[in-house]
């Protein structure tokens, strides 16, 4: 799984329910990101963090919360305000910011469905 | 801001020959560039990056880009396609926001190979 791990494959929400997708890195990486991933559209930047306790919005954060409480761990809520919520959510890990050009290494992917 | 195109939703190549994904960058600075793969249902994998130097840059399955900066062009290449090559590729541009970095991904391209 490349040191990270994604959680659930799959996921199905009613209207109007929050979901949290999981993600954990076990590489001691400080820095990690949540894509939304929609067919011809590619992958868009939902939320970044790149050390415990700071995080930063992405492209597309309106309507989702993260977390940083310990650096292994990056959860995503998606909440009842996200008025497009079914999609592929992929989670990445990479070593920081100060490190050249960081290589992402991603996550298997969480597929949320609205029922 | 940084961005990739990539300006073909899909490609289609006879086993045995040549295949070449392209994409085209728009950054202001020196560019960071990558590729990455998506076989269904599954996370990105990495398989290349140009940061500096060499305009030919190698990566993992046989695959290789060729940076132009005159055309800002990244186009990834390989010399003799295979039936498992078939998936979706990204292209993807580092950007810096303050302190943190992040990646901007093109819409990707899917990759048909027939035997």
């Known amino acids: 799984d490349g040191g990270i791990t994604q959680s659930p494959k799959y996921l199905f929400r009613k209207e109007g329910q929050n979901v949290t997708l999981s993600c954990e890195q076990n590489?001691?990486?400080?820095?990690m990101y949540w894509y939304r991933q929609d067919p011809g559209q590619g992958l868009r930047l939902i939320y970044y963090?790149?050390?415990?306790?700071?995080?930063q919005k992405g492209d597309i954060a309106e309507g989702y919360s993260v977390s940083r409480e310990k650096k292994e761990s990056f959860p995503l809520t998606v909440t009842s305000a996200q008025k497009n919520p079914t999609a592929f959510y992929l989670c990445?890990?990479?070593?920081?910011?100060?490190?050249?050009?960081?290589?992402?290494?991603f996550g298997a992917g969480s597929r949320l469905t609205v029922l | 801001a940084q961005s990739v195109a990539q300006p073909e939703d899909q490609v289609n190549v006879a086993e045995g020959n040549p295949l070449t994904v392209k994409c085209t960058y728009s950054?202001?600075?020196?560019?960071?560039l990558f590729w990455y793969v998506q076989y269904p249902n599954r996370g990105l994998q990495f398989l290349l990056k140009?940061?500096?130097?060499?305009?030919l840059v190698k990566g993992s399955y046989g695959f290789e880009a060729e940076f132009n900066k005159s055309q800002t062009s990244f186009h990834l290449k390989k010399p003799s396609a295979l039936v498992s090559d078939s998936a979706l590729y990204f292209c993807?541009?580092?950007?810096?926001?303050?302190?943190?970095?992040?990646?901007?991904f093109g819409t990707g391209t899917r990759l048909q190979v027939t035997l």
């Open positions: 990445a890990r990479s070593k920081g910011p100060g490190i050249g050009a960081n290589v992402l290494t």
């Open positions: 950054v202001s600075g020196n560019p960071y």
């Open positions: 590489l001691n990486h400080d820095a």
């Open positions: 963090s790149q050390i415990v306790n700071d995080f």
């Open positions: 140009y940061i500096t130097g060499d305009n």
């Open positions: 993807a541009v580092r950007e810096i926001a303050g302190t943190a970095s992040k990646l901007t």
